[in-house]
């Protein structure tokens, strides 16, 4: 990582702070909203009178304009978060136009593939480091439609691999449906040496696998 690079994480470090702190602010400012609603609802059943429940129409506007900035708010957070975890990625998961973000709590393993200059999730790669009831790896992945054609799949599955074995992995398995031409086709252009598998399993015998050493 580079000086530049630590500078720009610490600034927006600060600036997700801020537009949190903001967020903060605008849940109180809501809640409060919604107490007063409340308590002039009830003012208006009590008396029924009408400049209590026309208030409570005015009322209901400023909410609903709260909770617009709220949401708007909201997406220009995550959208600073992701961009902060794409600068935290490490070198070899990214390119000048994609990344592979492993930014899914639980699973260390799968990773969101994000285009950089739009700052959108198109689809996500995933490592698990057992095959069924073997010992060898495997690597799942999809690009969502409307980014397809675009050689995500296959750059992720390069980075990814690469990644793997600077990690020790020596070997992985890539699966794909029989039908999954696209799938199919991206891991043969990635591997020539790659030794396809025949699964002698009824249960997986819908998927087609290829084995291949990254060493």
């Known amino acids: 990582m580079t000086a530049i690079d630590s500078i720009n994480i610490y600034s927006l470090e600060l600036k997700i702070e801020k537009l949190k702190e903001l967020s903060r602010r605008l849940d109180t400012?809501?809640?409060?909203k919604l107490v007063e609603i409340d308590n002039n609802y009830k003012t208006y059943i009590l008396t029924?009178?009408?400049t209590y429940k026309n208030k409570n129409e005015e009322l209901k506007k400023e909410l609903n304009t709260l909770r617009i900035k709220q949401g708007r708010l909201e997406m220009l957070i995550n959208k600073k978060i992701i961009k902060l975890k794409v600068l935290k990625t490490d070198e070899s998961l990214k390119d000048d136009e994609i990344a592979l973000v492993n930014?899914?709590?639980g699973l260390d393993g799968k990773y969101n593939i994000y285009n950089i200059n739009l700052e959108k999730k198109v689809g996500y790669i995933a490592y698990s480091p057992t095959y069924f009831d073997t010992d060898i790896g495997s690597i799942g992945y999809e690009v969502y439609e409307p980014y397809r054609g675009h050689n995500?799949?296959?750059r992720s599955l390069k980075m990814l691999s690469g990644y793997l074995s600077k990690n020790g992995v020596e070997k992985v398995s890539v699966v794909a449906d029989i039908?999954?031409?696209?799938?199919i086709k991206v891991m043969?252009?990635?591997k020539e040496d790659a030794k396809e598998t025949i699964n002698e399993s009824e249960k997986y015998k819908s998927l087609k696998k290829y084995t291949y050493s990254i060493k």
């Open 152 to 154: 995500y799949a296959y």
């Open 188 to 190: 043969e252009k990635f």
């Open 179 to 183: 039908d999954n031409i696209k799938s």
């Open 103 to 105: 930014d899914i709590e």
């Open 29 to 32: 400012e809501i809640n409060s």
């Open 48 to 50: 029924k009178e009408d």
